[in-house]
Each structure stands twice: as structure tokens, then as C-alpha cells.
């Protein structure tokens, strides 16, 4: 997705609105999560999310941060989550609905709910994705690394 130059921006909050963001351009990545982290975080069966270079990402207001999610202080909202010179942009922030945005694949997913079936165009992983076969798009002069490194549960 990130092939050509682009310099789409879209815009994104939270619920309250006292945390905003910009960012410009195409994703590096789209993808879903079915984590169990992910579930106790949003509350929710999953979590959908995009991920930018951080150079493309603005963002304003307070936001706090638990484990390696952040959110706003004020609703609690999660949101984008900076680390490593990347934006992981949860996709139900963005404000236009619905987005152009589509995941490619699935972590976790064999913690997906019975009633969710697999994206046919969307990579399956049982856990993290595999770094190491995929043709990573990263920036250079970013280094690879797992993201997400998760504690099965006992
Ligand atoms: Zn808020
Ligand atoms: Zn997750």
C-alpha cells in the first residue's frame, strides 16, 4: 500500500474529542488482532488498526499510556499508540466512516469469536506476524522486530 507518493490526510479522535490526530498518506500496514491483550484493551472481540511511519502522524491532546496502548485521559478512548518511529492508529478512531482502510491480515487468530470468519484477503497467523517471510515495507534505517510480544495466557 505504500507504492506511490500520497499525501492524503485523514483526521482522527476520540470519543470526547480532547485527543486529535492527522496523519498523511497510505498505511504500512493494516491488520486485526484477536489478542487477549487486544480484547481487555478495547473492550471488545478485536482490535483493527493501521500503521504509519510516525513522521506522518500529528497528533494534540493528553494522552496516557498502560502496557504498550495509550489513551485519552479524559474518556479513555484508546488511541494511537507511538513507539519505535511507528503510529499504530486504531482504525475505529479515524473519523471518516467507513474507511478505505482493509486489513491483510490476522494475528491471534485463534482467539477469533466463533462467529467471525477469516478475511479471504487478509494473512492468518496464530500469533504475531512471521517477520521474518513477509516482504516487510518498512522505512529504512527502521529496524525489523516483532511487534506485540505477547504472554500466552496460563
Ligand atoms: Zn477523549
Ligand atoms: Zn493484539
Redesign the pocket.
Known sequence: MNDRIDETPRFGSCYCRAVSFRVIGQPLRVGI???????K?SGSA??AYAVWPVSAYEQTGQVGTYGNRSFCVTCGSRVTWVHDGEAEVMIGSLDVVPTDLAPEYE??VGRRENWLHPLPQARQFDH?RDTATEPAPLEPGQPDRPR?V?IPPA
Open positions: 488482532c484477536h489478542c487477549a491483550d487486544c480484547r484493551t478485536f482490535s494475528l491471534w504475531d506485540n505477547e
